[in-house]
T-cell receptor
């Protein structure tokens, strides 16, 4: 069965550095999402992306964050200048359509900011 | 107030027991997901439903749209069912997650 793949599985970065988290969604999917989960807390929506543009973003997704689909297969989340509070598990998800089909999740990238 | 409430927060069971996890939500939705998160952190989608009932193996999910309530049932529970079960609702195209129910099934 096709899967959403995320790399790396664990990223350790110094505070203030830029980090890029990578995702390869399922190939025929059109809607892409990033979520994050701070340790011990619930999963939170960050951003949704469709047709090469952001369709919705949360309050968390400020100017430090950006997303890109650079080559038609990868979907990336960039954090420009990381803060300690960005430490979390970041999940990528994709779906065929907006509401009728389930979102499929990757295994996540654990981001640790030192 | 959280838009998605789950109960119980923690649940322990003996192998073979019938388990029910409840989810109530306060927003209008097009669908509801039940997700499973294992200790390693990965999330697996179990069900997506917008009405009625779905069954997959020993798992059954029901939803009552009028009452804004869903339940996840596990029949003949097994230690490998131990995980966090998360209810997430879809008002638009973003999922809103509950805090999860941590289930431990002992042999």
């Amino acid at each position: 069965e096709p899967e959403v793949t995320q790399t790396p599985s664990h990223q350790v970065t110094q505070m203030g550095q830029e980090v890029i988290l990578r995702c390869v969604p399922i190939s025929n999917h059109l809607y892409f999402y990033w979520y994050r989960q701070i340790l011990g807390q619930k999963v939170e929506f960050l951003v949704s992306f469709y047709n090469n543009e952001i369709s919705e973003k949360s309050e968390i997704f400020d100017d430090q964050f950006s997303v890109e689909r650079p080559d038609g297969s990868n979907f990336t989340l960039k954090i420009r200048s990381t803060k300690l509070e960005d430490s979390a598990m970041y999940f990528c998800a994709s779906s065929v359509d907006r509401a009728l089909m389930a979102q499929h999740f990757g295994d996540g990238t654990r981001l640790s900011i030192l | 107030k959280n838009e998605v409430e789950q109960s119980p927060q923690n649940l322990t069971a003996q192998e073979g027991e019938f388990i029910t996890i409840n989810c109530s939500y306060s927003v209008g939705i097009s669908a509801l997901h039940w997700l499973q998160q294992h200790p390693g952190g990965g999330i697996v989608s179990l069900f997506m439903l917008s009405s009625g009932k779905k069954k997959h193996g020993r798992l059954i999910a029901t939803i009552n749209i009028q009452e804004k309530h869903s339940s996840l049932h596990i029949t003949a529970s097994h230690p490998r069912d131990s995980a966090v079960y998360i209810c997430a609702v879809l008002p638009t195209d973003k999922l809103i997650f509950g805090t999860g129910t941590r289930l431990q099934v002992f042999p």
